[in-house]
């Protein structure tokens, strides 16, 4: 009965569980041991039975030898160790029962790898029963029995890994006894280990410890990360999860081969500049051809990569051009006023005359003068005109400048008032700066206080 109870639960430590690692701390090992007696047994409670080691048989392999240890730092680990066995007569006709129950400390060697070296030693009981009592095995768990021999113990073993958690050992431990019955012996065993204690958030074989993502399932060769996209770079280097894309790409596609990833690129499926965001430039302009209102002909960008309109060709764009209906060889973009023509307006002008104080029109003289500078104009319509109104050097440089304006200002006034485009006339206020007069009479400041007719640049 004691066998079938104890290769129950050795079938249930093999197949239940798994192989004591750095990532599984829970150790149990299952499987066959045996005595080597080192000297005779004492103090046997019977005598019908041979107690010399010359009358014994010296390996007697029997099952089960249980193990549990637990990892606690490092390679130690800390656990107890329960075997049953029994020694023959070389006659054959008698046998000792034989119980070990021990109390140990482990210390394994390269725990990871395929060998794992171990060294264990610690404190336990082994009992020697020729009478095979089954209330004597019984009293193997009273403390108050004398059945078990006090006993220390030291040995060394090898653990061979089978997988990421089965293994496989073998191991000798010296056991010398204190008490009867008593005999110093030797303790092989060999069996097989399995390890657990370790999670696995994501239920994909891969322990957390060992996971690098370990909340979601992922592939071994990735220590446990997933690879959605299939392009051999795991999601948690993958800076595109979920589009293919090459080692060299961090795992990002560049559909067009532009040298611009698909998630960066603008225009993914068309070969671009790097500079406008993956997407081409036709015409050259600076302006990507999905910004490109005129794709095929260079313009600004704003304008939205076409050309500012030039209703009249001269060169100069409309929003620049003073006469945008106008071709004109100035700056402007209007036609220039005709060297004649300012001549014309010159000698009229200048009977228009200015109290020294003042910038209104008065008299006769002055008024026939404004309608001959307004015939002139009607009759010559190209260009623009400046009127640039003068003082003489009475008053301050500062008051002079504004009188100046104001006299330029009243001067155009008239001319719209008499049917002039105010477009075609501007003012331009030069103060006491280019007299023509002797300011030191009255005569000469008369002359000063007047306006020119200059053609705009």
Known sequence: MKKIIFSSLFAFMTFGLFAQTSDNPWYIGAGTSAISLQ??????SSTNVASTKD?????????PSLSVFRAIVGGLSVGGNLSLSSIKEKSGTGEIKYYSLDAL?????NRNGAISPYLKGGWGLSSFDPSGNKTEFSNFYNPAASIGAETYIGGAGLNFKLGDRWSAFVESTYRYTQDNPSANHIQHAAGVAVGFGSGDSDNDGISDKKDKCPDVPGLKEFEGCPDTDSDGIPDNEDECPEEAGPAENKGCPDTDGDGVLDKDDACPEVKGLEELNGCPDTDEDGVADPDDECVDVVGPVENNGCPWPDQDNDGIPDKDDACPEEAGGTSTGCPEVAKEVLEALNAAGINIFFPADGFKLMGKKVLAAMKKVKTILEENPDGIVMVQGHASEDG???????????????VKAKLVEMGIDAARLEVEALGEQQPIGDNSTTAGRVKSRRVEFKAKQ
């Open 396 to 410: 301050s440089e500062e008051y002079n400048l504004e009188l100046s304006r104001k006299r330029a200002e009243a």
């Open 55 to 63: 009358d014994l048989t010296a390996f007697n392999f029997d099952v």
């Open 105 to 109: 400390l482990k210390y394994g060697f």
């Open 39 to 44: 000297s005779d047994i004492t103090g046997l």
